[in-house]
């Protein structure tokens, strides 16, 4: 029994180091590298975003960097040259709103990184959670997602969003450059159908949240008056309070996710009379019914997502469609994010822009809102949004519209690094494409 037994551990043993033997073989089939090296795009439509449209122009990538644009550019010398006729270069998008390398299964505790427990964590950074190997970052990247804003979800202050690019080996390689503290403002309504609350316990539940809101400002506010006091040295170490510190000071915003009418005329209102020096307001479901109030508040916005149902039974079916174009008019601010939900389909942002410019946004405006214009409101413009010299090399090739459903990107760059275009998805539509019914008769 023993040798049985010995013989078939042997046997286990042996088809294991097989399989591992043939995973390590195939690791470069299977995971091609990023390149990195000088190139020339040559012969494209360049949509610079900032700068206009320029017609059958070259684009130089160098370091890391556009290191050149423009219609009359001199290819340097050892460059690699990407013909690029017929295609139009965009300037990589940014998604103000995902879960990207926090969630990969839903239903698998260890594979989701998003919430911690706690309703007070400020603390806490998506940043370090970021699995830069998450399965949905390259099925994003080769959509000319090449940016996108992290958020934990949770209690009322579930812990610090961070930018990140979509190419990296660690968080730190991977972060872009911004950080904010994440507010899930209180709610006066149900969180769906599944509420069975009475609305006495949906009012006292929301003056309580309100209340702890509040509370923990003055406290932040205290302890910057100690902090400052001391020059930085003799408080206690207080880690949600150490957290809140640049917000306090203006140094850093905070995002304050809120959606119903009610809810933003509350939060617009605690902004003001807590003096809180940088805000931007994420969700905005219901922006468009306070978009003149939030204009004249100056309160940027990152909207989404735009493909939804309306909030309330009785809206338009297309009010959620029309939400960034109608905020866009009335003077506000307005990024456009593809979800913070986390159910993957990041890669989708291009058409959540498409949607707003069907129902009322103009073209420009809504390329702008997944591309300069988050930059901006992220405060970092000066690497991120657009097709410029001097600028971080985000950007992709593509044969057509970006808004269309049919377009294809061919080219995607991150950081100046080019990257492979090669995905789950694309892995399993080769595999399936031309199948082998592998039936013997």
């Given at each position: 029994m023993r040798i049985n037994s010995m013989k078939k551990i042997q046997t286990i043993y042996g088809v294991v180091l097989a399989v591992i033997c043939l995973v390590v073989m195939n690791v470069d089939a299977q995971s091609p590298k990023a390149k990195k090296g000088t190139f020339a795009l040559t012969g494209a439509t360049i949509e610079?975003?900032?700068?206009?449209?320029?017609?059958?122009?070259?684009?130089?990538?160098?370091?890391?960097?556009?290191?050149?644009?423009?219609?009359?550019?001199?290819?340097?010398?050892?460059?690699?040259?990407?013909?690029?006729?017929g295609m139009t270069i965009y300037p990589g998008m940014i998604d103000g709103g995902t879960k990207i390398g926090l969630l990969e299964i839903g239903q698998i505790a260890q594979a989701t990184d998003e919430r911690e427990s706690g309703e007070v964590i400020p603390q806490i950074r998506a940043l370090t959670a970021v699995n830069p190997n998450a399965t949905a970052i390259p099925v994003t990247r080769i959509a000319g997602v090449t940016t996108a804003l992290v958020y934990p979800e949770g209690g009322l202050l579930p812990g610090t969003a961070a930018l990140v690019n979509l190419h990296g080996y660690t968080p730190d390689q991977m972060y872009a450059g911004f950080e904010g503290v994440v507010v899930t403002f209180p709610t006066t309504g149900r969180r769906g159908f599944f509420d069975r609350r009475t609305d006495d316990d949906i009012k006292k539940a929301s003056e309580k949240a309100l209340?702890?809101?509040?509370?923990?400002?003055?406290?932040?506010?205290?302890?910057?008056?100690?902090?400052?006091?001391?020059?930085?040295?003799?408080?206690?170490?207080?880690?949600?309070?150490?957290?809140?510190?640049?917000?306090?000071r203006g140094q850093m915003p905070l995002l304050i996710e809120v959606n119903a009418q009610k809810d933003i005329q509350t939060a617009t209102k605690w902004v003001k009379d807590h003096k809180v020096k940088k805000v931007i307001f994420t969700g905005v479901?219901?922006?468009?019914?306070?978009?003149?109030?939030?204009?004249?508040?100056?309160?940027?916005?990152?909207?989404?997502?735009?493909?939804?149902?309306?909030?309330?039974?009785?809206?338009?079916?297309?009010?959620?469609?029309?939400?960034?174009?109608?905020?866009?008019?009335?003077?506000?601010?307005?990024?456009?994010?593809?979800?913070?939900?986390?159910?993957?389909?990041?890669?989708?942002?291009?058409?959540?822009?498409?949607?707003?410019?069907?129902?009322?946004?103009?073209?420009?405006?809504?390329?702008?809102?997944?591309?300069?214009?988050?930059?901006?409101?992220?405060?970092?413009?000066?690497?991120?949004?657009?097709?410029?010299?001097?600028?971080?090399?985000?950007?992709?090739?593509?044969?057509?519209?970006?808004?269309?459903?049919?377009?294809?990107?061919?080219?995607?760059?991150?950081?100046?690094?080019?990257?492979?275009?090669?995905?789950?998805?694309?892995?399993?539509?080769?595999?399936?494409?031309?199948?082998?019914?592998?039936?013997?008769?």
């Open positions: 610079t975003v900032t700068k206009g449209t320029i017609r059958n122009g070259t684009v130089v990538i160098s370091d890391g960097k556009i290191a050149a644009v423009g219609a009359d550019v001199q290819v340097p010398s050892g460059a690699e040259v990407i013909n690029c006729a209340k702890l809101l509040n509370d923990v400002w003055e406290r932040a506010v205290q302890y910057h008056k100690l902090d400052s006091a001391s020059a930085g040295k003799g408080v206690t170490y207080y880690p949600e309070m150490s957290a809140l510190l640049p917000v306090v479901a219901e922006g468009w019914r306070e978009a003149e109030n939030l204009a004249k508040a100056n309160i940027p916005v990152i909207a989404g997502p735009v493909i939804a149902i309306p909030t309330r039974d009785y809206d338009r079916y297309d009010a959620a469609y029309a939400n960034p174009g109608l905020m866009r008019k009335a003077g506000v601010k307005v990024a456009i994010r593809s979800n913070e939900d986390g159910n993957g389909n990041y890669r989708n942002l291009p058409y959540h822009a498409g949607f707003a410019v069907a129902y009322g946004m103009s073209k420009e405006d809504a390329l702008k809102a997944i591309t300069i214009v988050p930059a901006e409101i992220l405060g970092v413009s000066d690497k991120l949004g657009s097709i410029e010299v001097g600028k971080v090399a985000n950007l992709f090739v593509c044969n057509g519209d970006i808004f269309e459903t049919k377009t294809q990107v061919s080219h995607v760059f991150v950081a100046g690094w080019q990257m492979p275009m090669q995905s789950r998805q694309t892995l399993l539509y080769e595999e399936f494409l031309k199948r082998e019914p592998g039936l013997t008769k």
